[in-house]
């Protein structure tokens, strides 16, 4: 079946827009994941979605950030009021089931560049 | 606070030879570590792990060893194919928890 998708690919944001950052999991995972990479960093956690219950925002840098996933499968990160220090590169991530030892496959993130 | 570490931002290697990539750690409570391989604009995928319990794993070409004394773990590619050329990152979990601490990469260049 298909992977991880996330929309757009690529996000040019004038500094104070809000953007909406998409992300469409393997079909019938159960987690999902949402991390921000900055340059020359490894991906960070931003926070958790175990179906659609969010159990964990605690990487959320600030109130600006916010993630919903209604229904259990689409999600959605929105970012308010875009910050020079967003720009990044946003990746979704779902995993099967909820045990730690189970890889989290990772979409090809959504690069935000906020001028 | 990096709890996970990558010290090689880069390494080069000859196709065919071994490639070895450090991932030190400074939470004890770490018992589930992973190796992710990352090409450019592309989202990273899942390459090998490593539970606690062993110190040794094995697929294919890859081995990733686990030294809990030393809270380092090691990832070993042979032989090392121009095709290996990617970021390696290094990551770690706990029970009980679900996220993963991700080093901040080791990028590998495999020279034909």
């Known amino acids: 079946g298909a992977g991880v998708s996330q929309s757009p690919r690529y996000k040019v944001a004038k500094r104070g827009q809000d953007v909406a950052l998409r992300c469409d999991p393997i079909s019938g995972h159960v987690s999902l994941f949402w991390y921000q990479q900055a340059l020359g960093q490894g991906p960070e956690f931003l926070t958790y979605?175990?179906?659609?219950?969010?159990?964990?925002k605690s990487g959320l840098p600030s109130d600006r950030f916010f993630a919903e996933r209604p229904e259990g499968s689409v999600s959605t990160l929105k970012i308010q009021r875009t910050q020079q220090e967003d720009s990044a590169v946003y990746l979704c991530?779902?995993?099967?089931?909820?045990?730690?030892?189970?890889?989290?496959?990772f979409g090809p993130g959504t690069r935000l560049t906020v001028l | 606070d990096q709890q996970v570490k990558q010290n090689s931002p880069s390494l080069s290697v000859q196709e065919g030879r071994i490639s070895i990539l450090n991932c030190d750690y400074t939470n004890s409570m770490f018992d589930y570590f992973l190796w992710y391989k990352k090409y450019p604009a592309e989202g990273p995928t899942f390459l090998i792990s490593?539970?606690?319990?062993?110190d040794k794993n094995e697929d294919g070409r890859f081995t990733v060893f686990l030294n809990k004394s030393a809270k380092h773990l090691s990832l070993h590619i042979v032989p090392s194919q121009p095709g290996d050329s990617a970021v390696y990152f290094c990551a770690a979990s706990y029970s009980g928890t679900y996220k993963y601490i991700f080093g901040t990469g080791t990028r590998l260049k495999v020279l034909a």
């Open positions: 979605f175990q179906n659609e219950a969010q159990l964990d």
């Open positions: 490593i539970s606690s319990i062993k």
């Open positions: 991530a779902s995993r099967d089931g909820r045990h730690q030892a189970t890889e989290q496959f």
